[in-house]
C-alpha cells in the first residue's frame, strides 16, 4: 500500500510532521521573546534608575540652596528684619510704604525661581506670607492719619505684628523646615 492507496493516513502523518517541526519552533520563539523582553525591561529600568540617581545627586544641593533663599527670603520680609534694613528716616507714611512694598517685591521677585525646586505647597505658603505681610503694612498705613510720618508707620507696623503673634511668615518657615527635614 502506497500513499495514494491510503489518502488520509499519509496526508495525517505530514500534517503530524509539520505540527511537529514547527510546534518546538514556535515555543522556543515564544520563550525566547518572553525572555528578551524581560531583559529588556530590566535594563531599561535599570538605566532610568541610574539616571534618577545622577540627576538627584545633581540636583540636592540646588534644592537644599532653594530651600535656604526661600528661609532667607522669609527672614528679610519679616516686619523686624525688613523695618530694620529700611530706614523711615524723614519720609512721609505714604512714601515709606511705597518703600517697604518695593523690598518686598524685590526680594521675592529675586526669589521666583526657586519654586521649582519646592514643593507646590511650600511655595504657596511662601507667596501667602508674601501677601499677608503686604496687606498687614497696607492695612496699618490706612489706619494711620495722613499725616503720619514714615516712623509712625514703623513703630505701627510693629505693634500690629506683635498683636498678631504668630506671623505669617514664621508659619511659612515652620513649613519650609518641615518639608526641608522630610526631604533631607
Known amino acids: ?7 488520509d493516513i499519509c496526508g ?16 522556543i520563539l515564544i520563550v525566547v521573546y518572553l525572555m528578551m523582553s524581560s531583559f ?15 540627576f538627584q545627586k545633581q540636583a540636592l544641593p540646588i534644592r537644599m540652596q532653594a530651600y535656604e ?14 523695618l530694620l534694613r529700611v530706614k523711615a528716616g524723614k519720609l512721609s507714611k ?3 510704604l511705597i518703600l517697604l512694598q ?5 526680594e521675592f521677585e529675586h526669589n521666583l525661581s526657586q519654586q521649582v525646586y519646592v514643593s507646590e505647597h511650600v511655595w504657596e505658603m511662601v507667596v501667602t ?24 508707620l514703623s513703630k505701627a507696623i510693629l505693634t500690629r505684628a506683635m498683636e498678631m503673634g504668630t506671623l505669617p511668615t514664621r508659619t511659612a518657615l515652620s513649613v519650609l523646615r518641615r518639608e526641608m527635614a522630610q526631604e533631607f
Open 1 to 7: 500500500m502506497n500513499c495514494r492507496e491510503m489518502g
Open 12 to 27: 495525517m502523518d505530514v500534517f503530524y510532521d509539520t505540527i511537529r517541526t514547527i510546534f518546538p519552533s514556535i515555543l
Open 40 to 54: 529588556l525591561d530590566n535594563e531599561d529600568k535599570r538605566r532610568r534608575s541610574e539616571r534618577m540617581a545622577a
Open 69 to 82: 533663599r526661600l528661609a532667607l527670603l522669609l527672614e528679610r520680609i519679616s516686619p523686624n528684619s525688613l
Open 94 to 96: 505714604s512714601e515709606y
Open 102 to 106: 518695593q523690598a518686598i517685591r524685590s
Open 129 to 152: 506670607a508674601k501677601s499677608a505681610m503686604v496687606s498687614m503694612m497696607n492695612t496699618v498705613a490706612a489706619d494711620l492719619d495722613p499725616e503720619a510720618t514714615g516712623a509712625d
